[in-house]
């Protein structure tokens, strides 16, 4: 049995931490295929910020060559639950205070 | 007795409001503690104090608001008899007007700091207070004419107003800006594979929580090229430049709900990229949070702004007075470099000066983009 997160518990770790870092934003019509970045217009601090926070919460190494397969919901999902396999143990999101 | 007063937090603050006392009477305060909240314009902004002493009287409410310079509070300095004073004895406090000779402009240290931030020239108003003194409320009179009419406020609410309030902050400072600033501007394109070929090779190595941005290794190429040019890191006070010792950049920051601030990275050219990286994050952290501190509004000594994120290539911006200058970044794009002969793709971006004619000319302007070029094909030296 695989200890990799689900779609479904990266989908809400992604929001969730997106929702800190805009909170102003309207999640609920993010489109999952387009990049985050210019829809909830992100700047290049708050998409490292928004990594750091992934790598916290789901114990994920991510290079920063690989920060381009981050840019949309879709794109993070697929990213992550390929890293996650690749990382046992590193499944369970945990709250960022 | 020392006097903390509304301080000016830039050039479009002309006043401001209490709003909570972080100490009370008989608390002990030293110099560079927070020890009240105000809300501008733009922010919330914790202000510090520049003396040691104990909190004698507090002189305004949470809750008012009052022009720049206005006293706060009274504190009582180290070695100070309890109650020496006649504030603290509850006489009315008088701005006091210096003593000028015959023929000179008497005015109060805090009417002359609202004329400053008001853009007013203290030797064009009529004084009204003791021996023709020029006071606040006469500045305050004088500016009237000046200051653009507040536009109405666009009905939506506490968040509408305050975006309203900060666009007016800005018209005000950038109108001034415009109106006494002659600016001239410059502009070079940086070849950039050095600096983004070592910032990934060290990144790789990097944890994810201690990379740099590419914005940490620009602004420090500034700072340092700023000591090669130093009459550009200056502010513009009583008809003249006043050179700065210290070189506190200030970062221009877009606030999520509309509007921007440029406040202080302290003593950008004596820190590493390492500390500007985590000075730079809890910087941009807490503008957007509305937690930034009065000498970080206070300081900034030139400014920066990267509008390269947008897409922007060319950057022509107004100087923030009474700053001197402002350096604009574009975008970092690939483009057609000749190298040894050869037609290559490089990365470049394209680095703007705005200066003020008044202090500085092209040459030296020119010298100062050079110095940034120079710097940042060595960035393991920055």
């Known amino acids: 049995m695989s200890d990799a997160p689900t779609a479904k518990e990266i989908t809400d770790t992604v929001l969730r931490l997106l929702g800190q870092i805009a909170p102003e934003a309207d999640l609920s019509s993010l489109k999952p295929d387009l990049g985050f970045r210019d829809q909830l217009d992100i700047d290049s601090m708050d998409f490292l910020n928004f990594v750091i926070a992934l790598h916290e919460a789901l114990h994920v190494e991510i ?10 919901l879709n794109g993070c999902v697929e990213y992550l639950r390929s890293r996650g396999r690749g990382q046992a143990g590193a499944a369970q999101p945990r709250s960022l205070g | 007795m020392a006097e903390f007063v509304m301080p000016a937090l830039g050039a479009d603050m002309d ?6 006392w972080k100490k009370q009477p008989g608390d002990r305060v030293t110099k560079g503690e927070i020890i009240a909240e105000i809300d501008t314009d733009k922010a919330a ?14 002189l305004v409410q949470p809750g008012e608001k009052v022009p720049v310079g206005t006293v706060l509070a009274l504190i009582r300095e180290e070695g100070e008899a309890r109650g020496a004073g006649p504030e603290a004895r509850g006489e009315e406090i008088a701005a006091p007007a210096v003593a000028a000779p015959p023929g000179r402009l008497k005015i109060s240290p805090a009417a002359r700091k609202l004329a400053e931030a008001l853009g007013v020239d203290p030797e064009s108003v009529r004084g009204t207070g003791p021996d023709g003194a020029v006071t606040r409320e006469d500045v305050q009179r004088a ?4 200051a653009p009419r507040p536009a109405p406020l666009a009905v939506g609410g506490e968040a509408a107003d305050k975006q309203a309030r900060m666009r007016q902050a800005i018209a005000a400072a950038m109108a001034r800006s415009k109106r006494e600033i002659p600016h001239y501007y410059l502009g070079t394109t940086i070849e950039l594979s050095r600096m983004t070929g070592w910032l990934a090779e060290e990144n ?10 590419p914005a940490v290794l620009l602004l420090k190429a500034v700072a340092l090229a700023l000591r090669e040019v130093p009459e550009l890191n200056a502010v513009w006070k009583e008809d003249r430049a006043v050179r700065s010792e210290a070189i506190h950049v200030g970062v221009a920051i877009s606030l999520r709900q ?20 985590r000075a730079l994050r809890d910087l941009v952290q807490r503008a957007r949070a509305g937690s930034l501190r009065s000498s970080e509004l206070s300081d900034p000594t030139i400014t920066v702004t990267n509008l390269g994120e947008m897409g922007v290539e060319t950057v022509f911006g107004v100087i923030y007075p009474p700053q001197v200058a402002l350096v604009g970044f574009g975008k970092v794009v690939e483009r057609p470099w000749v190298a040894e002969g050869t037609l290559v793709a490089r990365p470049v971006v394209t680095v703007t000066l705005s200066a003020d004619h008044r202090v500085t000319d092209g040459h030296r302007g020119g010298v100062f983009l ?5 710097l940042l094909q060595e960035p393991d030296r920055l």
């Open chain 1, 63 to 72: 290079p920063e060559a690989d920060y381009p397969r981050l840019a949309s």
């Open chain 2, 15 to 20: 006043a401001g409001t209490l709003i909570a």
């Open chain 2, 45 to 58: 902004i914790d202000v510090e104090v520049f003396t040691t002493g104990v909190i004698e009287r507090l």
């Open chain 2, 143 to 146: 500016a009237a004419p000046l």
């Open chain 2, 204 to 213: 790789r190595r990097r944890a994810v929580t201690d990379r740099l941005l």
């Open chain 2, 258 to 277: 509309g509007g921007l601030v440029a406040p202080a990275l302290h003593d950008t050219d004596r820190r590493s990229l390492d500390e500007l990286m």
């Open chain 2, 370 to 374: 050079a110095a940034i070029d120079r």
